[in-house]
């Protein structure tokens, strides 16, 4: 099971702000992210990326057949590219 969810830390524990369905001392795996650029998509693209996409005149097919090539997860393609930068 995967979910997302806002927490705090806060006296050396990561507090979750909303219900969790987890048992009793069952290890899970935490990703932290930066609220300010996991909510603004901005913060994902440089302005040269930006600028570069603004003249962009791409058709949803175009994006299809882009999105077929992929196999696998588009999330994990996707952090393999920040991972590259």
Do not use: C, N
């Not at 806002?6 to 006296?11: E, G, I, N, P, R």
């Not at 009793?24 to 990326?49: K, L, M, N, R």
């Not at 570069?52 to 058709?59: F, G, P, V």
Request: proline share 5%; aromatic share 6%; glycine share 4%.
């Amino acid at each position: 099971m995967e979910q997302r969810l806002q927490a705090v830390y806060k006296d050396g524990v990561l507090q979750p702000l909303e219900s969790v369905q987890l048992e009793e001392s069952q290890q899970v795996t935490v990703t932290i992210g930066d609220p300010a650029t996991s909510q603004d998509p901005a913060g994902y693209f440089t302005p040269e990326e930006w600028a570069e996409a603004d003249h962009d005149d791409i058709s949803l097919d175009e994006i299809r057949q882009a999105f077929s090539t992929i196999s696998g997860s588009l999330s994990e393609v996707v952090i393999a590219l920040r991972q590259e930068r």
